[in-house]
């Protein structure tokens, strides 16, 4: 039977060790749950990719079409001569796609946010209330009681105060 | 792809103003205004302009879309006073029109600066861009105390509160005009047959209308005059409204 | 970081903005009945006076159709600079100092953005047909006119507004997750909501990071192009004193400034009656203060040089406007103006000014009522001395306008106490990361073991 | 809420259920009438739709105002819509004054007065007819009636009313009709204190006049020259305008003529004028007017070389004690310059187009202020049993010093015509509400016409509003009460016209079609003319040049206790105060000062500095006859030791919009009057100035009445190479957009 086990450390350092271990050990991907951002996690877990900037930038693209579009496509709709000037004025409407542009980035960006976070959280997921105040959790998901037993050890030796035997669906 | 770009230079075209069937004008002669008040009245009288009361005018808040101006030069015994009837411009760049959100303000197929009253939100932003200052506000219901309204034309509808209104160069008049003009197969209105209230009016024939589109109708003529000029000429409204010059012997 | 702070510990922030949150005192319930009533009476009531009775009801006139609605909506726009704005510019280049204050100060912008929109609702004569002026499909196939500034600022503003809001709720996402953990009932409720299902995993953070970040910097320009446009509202008229290539600058300043100024004074409101002394400092108050010094000088030379530009074009239109702002009717406002936000600010020069918490209060207090009065003057004095003579006039704000404004000003201090117990007015991870972190070594539990 | 603040009232479209039967929905109808808001008699055609009327417009064919109207004319609406009108017979039920009416049916109300009439014993002149100036048939019948009753005492009232212009012309040409003023062709206008723009005689064709003098053809511009203390509207459009020291206008046009015989005058009387005119030496003249010797001299050059030049004299300058001498003297001038009969000249109009010359009309019922003072005071000792007043407001446009309305409280009936609860009604005891102008039969020959007769119909536009009654039908009524059958048969005011348009046609030669036809194109066009016109002689009688002579005006009142000169002038708007009830007139701001709703006193600004006042102090202006209060408003064109004040204002009834504003500046004028014509001196009353410390700033619509540079008013000396540039016909200037 699958499970997690679960480090609770005092101190950041201590927890992003343990990960390191973890990982050395051959484990999966340890995940570590923290109070504040911790520095320095993709140094011992490798790098992380986001692709929110892609988001941001094509909706940012999008927006600024989409502007500048709404503002000429609708006044060729239904025209309206006023002041002289162009029906499709190029200065204003160019004000209206800026708008549009930021409006649509922003609104993209938080999409990207969701998506890759994997936000909103629909089922349970491993949770320990304490990381929210001043514990670090190291997460590692372990396939059997043996790979459980060896996970514990190391996150024992490094320096967790408490080692939870996790099930797949929360504790 | 060819009619994309040929709409795009149709829409790119400034002013857009060379399609209209027709380019109303009003020429103003100062030298015969004698400033006596009957366009105000006949404004008043053909286009259900109300009657806000002393409070009203205390406030500032009259509603005269045709208001006569008075300017005073030097002092006693060598003092002058010139009268100049000022009313909606017309113009053909209209700072008005542009900074209304909603479009209740725009160039109608006549060359008219036309207010659409039942599109207006009130934002008041015409009547500050304005620099003739001739957009009115309802800042109230007005009402006729009866019979009075019996008086009401009922070509031209009744402003409610929150509505900018202006001088329409009686467009209501100007829509007959035209359709008696189908009905006797006529293509346009020939020059004369349409004056609005305030020219119909003027007892000294200062006021002109007609269409300067017509090379050789009256208005035309009276803005060739030397003496013709536009007032604040300087903002480049490119206005409808001609005035000439009154004519002053010591001046020049 | 202060001396006082050092004994912080984590768990003590945690604590400190739940108990913001949860425990209220009666004076709590007092000021926010005060505050609804008054919003109530002064701001709503005679709204519905003026809806029925028409704009007559305000004191405008022809030629002064604009009035003080239309600044109290420049001021409120003005107010929610800095805000949302100086969070940002603060996140990108990180600064420690930012992170006390910051949540509230979007608040700020926040809620001044909403009530600038009502004060739009009340401004125009016909608010049942507003929503005409937002672009979307029906049956008159009628839409806005996009060449209209005011249709710039229709699309600004909603932007700003919904980017604000994003902005908050995202840097407290992680907040809520550790207020969701030690509330109880409908609150527990709503912040489970509220937090997503945060769990404050290193990918979420670095997510957060990124996006945040992201946010930050579209809203920079966002912000800046907002007050812009709001100026152009004006500036794109040609009523003398209006028509200024420098009033984009002039009013972007002025905005920083007043939202600066409302800043403090929100601080120093939180400092003192939501018991965050730990957290809001004299350090705040004394970058705040440089921050203002610096707006304020600024924001003067650009007066000066409108008085200089108006003066030396020597048109009679310029001229005679600038002698009305200077000398005519409205002319004691103008100089109150330039007190308040000219000559007063310089008092921030003594440090001891700067760090003491009483004077900076009553200095915020007096720049925003100068920057009210700019805003007043703004739209009263060109209105009144435009083009033709014939058509000058006065303009006087009649009572219901004053209770109007007095009931905006509610009407944000409601939106803000609700606030406050909603949302972790400080930031509790930011605060934490300003905190050091927990060493290494044997901790209180393995003692016990 | 916000749900009712966008509610609107339900209104019917309809106002009919039964509709009459030229009505149709949408369908405009036009009515030629006449109008009645002024002696001048333009014609006017009314637009109705839906059977009522919707805007009153110039009649194009009538030659007075040839299509065009003023605001008097226009407001002419709101006298038949006005709320206030009276809508049924009257009979007074408490004290008289106490505005306590009981309504009454017309056969009650008629038979009252025939009663009081029949009792009235006949032969005594004890029955009294005010009627307001009233011309045409409708004149004809109330001769008819008085006659009948046997009672001389017929009396047109109209406070406007030339008496001096008519004794001037009377004297000088033996003219009892007014000439008709050619200012169209005229090339140079010398106006001596007429306002003819404004009220004067007939200011809508004066204004044609104007403008087609100033612009109306190429070759030449006419020039205006108006002569007034005052700054008239005449004044604002004159090229020049001369202060004279009140009343010595005639002095002033003595002395100009004296520079014309001078001047090589060659006419075959030219001794007997230049020994008429020795006293008025260039320097004597200039030293009494205080106008300039130059401009005195320059004045006659350009006036004896215009081409050609008419000279006009009335308003204030014929409302002194030394009137009519004063316009005799205006006069001479178009003698001397022998523009008379000439076009651009005075041209004496013909014997206004009529029937009925069987009636002997005295030359002119009008009353001047002697009359009214006569019937006051014959009133006071009770030679008077009834008083029918039709229309007239005496009580509002007789000074204090008449007594006119403490002399009524002896006039034992008082019966009102009027449409109206004016000061005058509001003392009657019997009220028959008259039919406005635009409810009634009638017709008018305009008086002073065009320089041929004219006559004018007009007819009811809108069936009547209330239950009252035309004029004349309410006479005819009286009539047939009092049983004059034989004399007076006619059942209603129009079969009356009819018969007297049945002479018109039967004179008309040859007779074309039937009668019918011809009183249907009459009403169809609204106005008849005949080439009937008059031979102008130009002689004048060697006595009267030799009685030319202008005596010094003499003022009410001392230098010492009374600086001022008072100098009432009639406002656009208000006319003799008959506009007051008149929103529209109400609003329309004053053109030379913007103010509306309400009266003000005007004064020059160095003389206010010097008495420490500022616009909108309040004034308390005192003459020998009494005080009214009236906020101070500083006018740059006024002499320094005059001030002005707007006639109308002051009503203390006559309706919601009239009552209760301003005051009225004909109660304090002295009773002095021009010994020849009789008629009031209204400018002959000096005044005392002190303010009381009160402020009552007047409403007004202007704001800087000055042009601060800014070229709003642009101004050429005519030349047409200074004129500068001609502005672009078609198409606009390309818009400047960046991009």
């Given at each position: 039977m699958a499970s997690n086990a679960l480090g609770l450390f005092h101190d950041p350092e201590s927890a992003l060790d343990a990960a390191g271990r973890l990982k050395d050990a051959g484990f999966a991907r340890p995940e570590i749950m923290s109070p504040i951002p911790i520095h320095g996690v993709e140094d011992v877990l490798g790098p992380k990719k986001s692709v929110i900037k892609r988001f941001t930038l094509f909706g940012g693209i999008f927006g600024g079409l989409a502007g500048f579009t709404l503002a000429a496509g609708t006044a060729v709709l239904y025209l309206h001569p006023t002041g002289g000037r162009p029906i499709i004025a190029i200065p204003p409407f160019l004000i209206i796609s800026y708008e549009m542009t930021i409006l649509c980035g922003i609104l993209a960006t938080v999409l990207g946010f969701l998506i890759s976070a994997r936000f909103p959280a629909i089922r349970e997921r491993i949770y320990v209330p304490a990381t929210a105040i001043d514990k670090f959790a190291v997460t590692v998901p372990c396939d059997s009681g043996e790979s459980y037993g060896r996970a514990e050890t190391i996150l024992r030796t490094a320096g967790a105060e408490e080692v939870q035997r996790i099930g797949e669906d929360g504790p | 792809m060819a009619r994309f770009a040929a709409g795009w230079r149709k829409y790119r075209k400034p002013g857009y103003y060379d399609e209209f069937d027709y380019a109303w004008t009003m020429s103003i002669d100062l030298d015969r205004c004698t400033g006596c008040g009957a366009c105000v009245t006949a404004c008043q009288a053909e286009n259900n302009i109300p009657i806000v009361g002393e409070k009203g005018i205390r406030n500032g808040r009259e509603m005269q879309w045709m208001r006569v101006e008075r300017y005073w030069e030097g002092e006693y015994p060598n003092a002058k006073l010139s009268f100049i009837p000022m009313l909606c411009q017309h113009c053909d760049t209209a700072p008005c029109e542009t900074v209304c959100p909603v479009s209740a303000t725009y160039h109608n197929q006549d060359g008219l600066n036309v207010q659409v009253y039942n599109r207006c939100i009130g934002t008041r932003s015409c009547a500050v861009y304005c620099p003739y200052e001739v957009r009115y506000f309802n800042y109230n219901d007005h009402h006729w105390p009866k019979p009075l309204d019996q008086q009401l034309n009922p070509d031209v509808s009744v402003r409610e509160k929150g509505v900018m209104e202006k001088c329409t160069f009686c467009v209501q008049r100007i829509r007959q005009a035209k359709d008696h003009a189908k009905d006797d197969g006529r293509r346009r209105v020939v020059d004369g047959e349409m004056q609005p209230a305030c020219v119909q009016t003027c007892p000294a024939e200062a006021l002109v209308f007609g269409d300067r589109n017509d090379a050789n109708s009256k208005v035309s003529r009276s803005m060739n005059d030397p003496r013709a000029y536009h007032v604040l000429e300087e903002l480049n409204t490119s206005p409808s409204v001609v005035y000439l010059k009154k004519v002053d012997a010591d001046a020049g | 970081m202060p001396a006082d702070e050092q004994s912080l510990q984590f768990s003590d922030v945690n604590d400190d903005v739940v108990r913001s949150l949860v425990e209220t005192g009666r004076n709590y319930y007092i000021a926010l009945g005060v505050a609804i009533f008054v919003t109530l009476a002064c701001f709503f009531f005679p709204w519905f006076y003026q809806l029925r009775y028409g704009i007559a009801a305000a004191g405008n006139n022809h030629p002064a159709v604009w009035g003080t609605y239309l600044a109290s909506f420049i001021f409120w726009i003005g107010l929610s600079h800095s805000g949302t704005l100086l969070s940002c510019v603060l996140h990108i280049t990180n600064s420690e100092w930012r992170k006390a204050m910051y949540r509230s100060a979007e608040a700020m912008t926040l809620f001044s953005l909403l009530v600038a929109a009502t004060m739009v609702m009340v401004h125009v004569g016909r608010p049942w047909f507003i929503h005409w002026a937002a672009p979307y499909p029906n049956q008159m196939e009628l839409w806005p006119n996009f060449r209209s500034p005011l249709l710039f600022d229709v699309m600004a503003i909603t932007t700003y507004l919904t980017g604000s809001l994003i902005f908050i709720y995202m840097g407290s996402i992680p907040d809520f997750a550790a207020v969701r953990d030690r509330t109880t009932g409908w609150r527990h409720h709503m912040y489970v909501l509220l937090s997503l299902g945060w769990r404050g995993t290193d990918t979420e953070w670095h997510r957060l990071g990124w996006a945040y970040t992201f946010l930050a910097v579209l809203i920079i320009p966002l912000a800046v192009s907002v007050h812009s446009i709001v100026s152009w509202d004006f500036a794109m008229s040609i009523v003398p004193g209006l028509h200024q290539t420098i009033f984009a600058p002039y009013f972007v300043v002025g905005a920083i400034y007043s939202g600066t100024a409302g800043i403090v004074t929100v601080m120093f409101v939180l400092r003192k009656y939501m018991g965050f002394e730990h957290y809001i400092t004299k350090l705040h108050f004394d970058n705040l203060g440089k921050l203002l010094i610096v707006l304020s000088l600024i924001w003067t030379y650009i007066n000066v040089l409108e008085l200089f530009t108006g003066w030396y074009s020597g048109t009679s239109t310029e001229y005679e406007q600038l002698k009305y702002k200077l000398f005519g009717f409205y002319a004691p406002l103008y100089w109150e103006m330039i007190l308040f936000c000219s000559a007063v600010p310089l008092l921030m020069l003594s440090r001891r000014i700067r760090t003491s918490f009483f004077p900076m209060l009553l200095i915020s207090i007096a720049v925003n009522i100068g920057m009210y009065t700019e805003r007043f003057l703004i739209v009263a004095t060109t209105q009144v001395r435009q083009y033709l003579p014939d058509r000058w006039g006065t303009y006087v704000p009649s009572l219901v306008e004053i209770s109007i404004i007095v009931g905006s000003l509610a009407m944000f201090t409601t939106l803000f106490l609700l606030f406050v117990k909603i949302f972790p007015s400080v930031s509790i991870y930011e605060i934490k990361e300003t905190m050091d972190a927990p060493k290494k070594g044997k901790s209180e539990w393995q003692a016990t073991h | 809420m916000l749900a009712e603040t966008i509610k609107h009232p339900v209104e019917h479209l309809f106002p009919y259920s039964v509709p009459p039967e030229e009505y149709s929905p949408g369908m405009v109808t036009w009515y030629n009438s006449v109008c009645g808001m002024c002696p001048a008699g333009c014609g006017i055609s009314v637009r109705t739709r839906e059977g009522r009327a919707k805007k009153i417009e110039g009649n194009p064919l009538h030659p007075v105002n040839q299509g065009r109207l003023c605001a008097l004319g226009q407001a002419g609406l709101q006298s038949l819509y006005n709320p206030d009108?009276?809508?049924?017979?009257?009979?007074?039920?408490?004290?008289?004054?106490?505005?306590?009416?009981?309504?009454?049916?017309?056969?009650?109300?008629?038979?009252?007065?025939?009663?009081?009439?029949?009792?009235?014993?006949?032969?005594?002149?004890?029955?009294?007819?005010?009627?307001?100036?009233?011309?045409?048939?409708?004149?004809?019948?109330?001769?008819?009636?008085?006659?009948?009753?046997?009672?001389?005492?017929?009396?047109?009232?109209?406070?406007?009313?030339?008496?001096?212009?008519?004794?001037?012309?009377?004297?000088?040409?033996?003219?009892?009709?007014?000439?008709?003023?050619?200012?169209?062709?005229?090339?140079?206008?010398?106006?001596?204190?007429?306002?003819?723009?404004?009220?004067?005689?007939?200011?809508?064709?004066?204004?044609?006049?104007?403008?087609?003098?100033?612009?109306?053809?190429?070759?030449?511009?006419?020039?205006?020259?108006?002569?007034?203390?005052?700054?008239?509207?005449?004044?604002?459009?004159?090229?020049?305008?001369?202060?004279?020291?009140?009343?010595?206008?005639?002095?002033?046009?003595?002395?100009?003529?004296?520079?014309?015989?001078?001047?090589?005058?060659?006419?075959?009387?030219?001794?007997?004028?230049?020994?008429?005119?020795?006293?008025?030496?260039?320097?004597?003249?200039?030293?009494?007017?205080?106008?300039?010797?130059?401009?005195?001299?320059?004045?006659?050059?350009?006036?004896?070389?215009?081409?050609?030049?008419?000279?006009?004299?009335?308003?204030?300058?014929?409302?002194?004690?030394?009137?009519?001498?004063?316009?005799?003297?205006?006069?001479?001038?178009?003698?001397?310059?022998?523009?008379?009969?000439?076009?651009?000249?005075?041209?004496?109009?013909?014997?206004?187009?009529?029937?009925?010359?069987?009636?002997?009309?005295?030359?002119?019922?009008?009353?001047?202020?002697?009359?009214?003072?006569?019937?006051?005071?014959?009133?006071?000792?009770?030679?008077?049993?009834?008083?029918?007043?039709?229309?007239?407001?005496?009580?509002?446009?007789?000074?204090?010093?008449?007594?006119?309305?403490?002399?009524?409280?002896?006039?034992?009936?008082?019966?009102?015509?009027?449409?109206?609860?004016?000061?005058?009604?509001?003392?009657?005891?019997?009220?028959?509400?008259?039919?406005?102008?635009?409810?009634?039969?009638?017709?008018?020959?305009?008086?002073?016409?065009?320089?041929?007769?004219?006559?004018?119909?007009?007819?009811?536009?809108?069936?009547?509003?209330?239950?009252?009654?035309?004029?004349?039908?309410?006479?005819?009524?009286?009539?047939?009460?009092?049983?004059?059958?034989?004399?007076?048969?006619?059942?209603?005011?129009?079969?009356?016209?009819?018969?007297?348009?049945?002479?018109?046609?039967?004179?008309?030669?040859?007779?074309?079609?039937?009668?019918?036809?011809?009183?249907?194109?009459?009403?169809?066009?609204?106005?008849?003319?005949?080439?009937?016109?008059?031979?102008?002689?130009?002689?004048?009688?060697?006595?009267?040049?030799?009685?030319?002579?202008?005596?010094?005006?003499?003022?009410?009142?001392?230098?010492?206790?009374?600086?001022?000169?008072?100098?009432?002038?009639?406002?656009?708007?208000?006319?003799?105060?008959?506009?007051?009830?008149?929103?529209?007139?109400?609003?329309?701001?004053?053109?030379?000062?913007?103010?509306?709703?309400?009266?003000?006193?005007?004064?020059?600004?160095?003389?206010?500095?010097?008495?420490?006042?500022?616009?909108?102090?309040?004034?308390?202006?005192?003459?020998?006859?009494?005080?009214?209060?009236?906020?101070?408003?500083?006018?740059?064109?006024?002499?320094?030791?005059?001030?002005?004040?707007?006639?109308?204002?002051?009503?203390?009834?006559?309706?919601?919009?009239?009552?209760?504003?301003?005051?009225?500046?004909?109660?304090?004028?002295?009773?002095?009057?021009?010994?020849?014509?009789?008629?009031?001196?209204?400018?002959?009353?000096?005044?005392?100035?002190?303010?009381?410390?009160?402020?009552?700033?007047?409403?007004?619509?202007?704001?800087?009445?000055?042009?601060?540079?800014?070229?709003?008013?642009?101004?050429?000396?005519?030349?047409?190479?200074?004129?500068?540039?001609?502005?672009?016909?078609?198409?606009?200037?390309?818009?400047?957009?960046?991009?």
């Open positions: - | - | - | 009108r009276l809508t049924a017979p009257m009979q007074r039920q408490g004290e008289r004054g106490s505005d306590e009416f009981v309504q009454t049916t017309w056969e009650e109300g008629l038979s009252a007065v025939a009663q009081r009439l029949e009792m009235a014993d006949r032969h005594s002149d004890s029955v009294v007819l005010l009627s307001q100036g009233v011309r045409g048939h409708f004149a004809n019948l109330l001769e008819l009636f008085m006659r009948e009753l046997g009672s001389s005492r017929l009396l047109h009232y109209d406070f406007a009313h030339p008496h001096s212009l008519h004794a001037a012309n009377k004297k000088l040409f033996g003219e009892d009709q007014l000439p008709y003023y050619d200012i169209a062709n005229s090339r140079y206008l010398l106006s001596f204190g007429a306002d003819y723009l404004n009220n004067w005689l007939s200011p809508v064709h004066h204004s044609l006049g104007f403008g087609h003098s100033r612009q109306g053809d190429d070759s030449a511009r006419g020039r205006f020259v108006q002569i007034e203390p005052k700054m008239s509207i005449s004044g604002a459009a004159a090229d020049e305008w001369i202060p004279a020291r009140p009343g010595t206008e005639g002095i002033l046009a003595l002395g100009i003529a004296n520079r014309i015989v001078e001047g090589g005058y060659t006419g075959g009387d030219a001794e007997d004028w230049s020994a008429a005119l020795t006293a008025y030496s260039l320097t004597r003249v200039a030293e009494q007017t205080g106008v300039p010797a130059e401009t005195i001299a320059r004045l006659a050059e350009e006036f004896t070389h215009a081409e050609p030049g008419l000279a006009i004299g009335g308003g204030a300058a014929g409302n002194h004690t030394n009137g009519v001498d004063t316009l005799v003297a205006v006069n001479a001038l178009n003698y001397l310059v022998g523009n008379i009969g000439k076009p651009g000249g005075v041209v004496f109009n013909p014997a206004p187009m009529s029937s009925r010359s069987a009636i002997d009309r005295p030359s002119s019922r009008h009353a001047n202020h002697q009359a009214m003072q006569d019937l006051a005071e014959n009133a006071r000792q009770g030679g008077v049993m009834v008083l029918i007043v039709n229309n007239a407001n005496p009580v509002f446009t007789l000074p204090q010093s008449t007594g006119f309305k403490e002399a009524l409280d002896s006039i034992p009936l008082i019966v009102s015509l009027s449409s109206f609860m004016d000061e005058t009604t509001a003392l009657a005891d019997v009220v028959l509400p008259s039919h406005t102008y635009l409810e009634s039969w009638g017709d008018d020959m305009p008086q002073p016409g065009v320089g041929f007769s004219v006559g004018s119909v007009s007819q009811p536009v809108v069936s009547p509003l209330y239950n009252t009654r035309a004029t004349g039908d309410i006479i005819l009524g009286l009539a047939a009460k009092l049983g004059f059958r034989e004399a007076i048969p006619w059942a209603s005011m129009e079969d009356f016209l009819k018969d007297g348009w049945r002479e018109i046609y039967a004179r008309r030669s040859p007779a074309s079609d039937d009668f019918d036809s011809f009183w249907r194109d009459v009403l169809r066009s609204g106005v008849l003319g005949e080439n009937v016109r008059r031979e102008s002689t130009a002689a004048v009688d060697k006595r009267v040049i030799d009685g030319i002579g202008v005596a010094e005006p003499e003022f009410s009142g001392t230098n010492d206790d009374y600086p001022f000169i008072l100098h009432p002038y009639m406002a656009t708007s208000m006319y003799d105060g008959r506009g007051a009830n008149l929103p529209w007139m109400q609003e329309l701001p004053d053109p030379m000062t913007s103010i509306v709703y309400g009266s003000w006193i005007e004064m020059n600004p160095v003389t206010a500095t010097e008495m420490g006042v500022t616009d909108g102090d309040l004034i308390r202006v005192t003459s020998e006859q009494g005080s009214i209060e009236v906020p101070l408003v500083t006018f740059p064109a006024i002499m320094p030791d005059v001030v002005a004040m707007p006639i109308g204002q002051g009503h203390d009834d006559f309706g919601r919009y009239a009552r209760g504003r301003g005051s009225n500046p004909i109660q304090i004028l002295a009773p002095t009057m021009d010994p020849e014509s009789g008629s009031l001196a209204t400018s002959a009353t000096r005044v005392s100035l002190v303010t009381t410390g009160k402020r009552a700033e007047p409403a007004k619509t202007g704001g800087v009445a000055r042009q601060l540079g800014r070229n709003i008013v642009q101004f050429t000396d005519g030349s047409s190479e200074a004129a500068g540039h001609s502005t672009k016909v078609n198409g606009i200037p390309i818009v400047v957009e960046p991009a």
